[in-house]
């Protein structure tokens, strides 16, 4: 089954959409990345060109890591009035669990419920086929008290991060990944 997702009905009432990554979308993705990672590379001892070329070659190897390591991958934009306000990317696992890859919103987007609402709308997904979200986040990333929130269960420390799983009761009471 091809992995799909739609964009929820509440974001689509707010004016935001989402389209299958094209070629056209790479130049806002790198920036968005670029900005988003900016900090971790301020200390370096090198100008701004070298510090964004080392982010973009980053932005390629993450997507060719996600493309390679996920049977099915859909790399997804978020929209906003022609205005590139985010990338949601998402996987399944050989087992047929949902993937939650990455999600970036682009800082004038944050803290007004879109990723909220869209991680709500593939536990839906996954509840309806009787699979897990699954997911790995930084010990770091202020993403993972939302993770948690959302019902989010950390399954392994990996020193810098936490893979976490999701499931709805009605998959864990059927016995269908009941363990890691």
């Known amino acids: ?9 509440p974001l689509l009432a707010r004016g935001i959409t989402l389209h299958e990554e094209r070629v056209a979308d790479l130049p806002a993705l790198r920036a968005l990345f670029r900005h988003q990672r900016w900090a971790e590379f301020a200390m370096l001892p090198w100008d ?15 997507r060719r890591h996600y493309a390679s390591a996920h049977p099915q991958v859909l790399f997804l934009v978020l929209m906003h009035q022609e205005q590139t306000a985010g990338r949601l990317y998402l996987g399944r696992s050989e087992a047929g669990d949902l993937g939650l890859l990455d999600i970036l919103l682009s800082p004038q987007y944050r803290g007004q419920g879109l990723g909220t609402a869209l991680i709500g709308a593939l536990q839906d997904q996954a509840a309806m086929d009787g699979r897990r979200v699954l997911l790995e986040v930084g010990k770091g990333n202020p993403a993972a008290g939302l993770y948690r929130r ?5 399954l392994a420390d990996t020193g810098i991060g936490w893979h976490m799983a999701w499931a709805a009761a009605s998959t864990l009471l059927s016995g269908v990944h009941a363990a890691p």
């Open 1 to 9: 089954m091809p992995l799909r997702f739609a964009c929820p009905a």
């Open 48 to 62: 701004d060109a070298a510090k964004a070329a080392l982010l973009d070659q980053q932005f390629d190897a993450q």
């Open 150 to 154: 959302l019902g989010f269960c950390p």
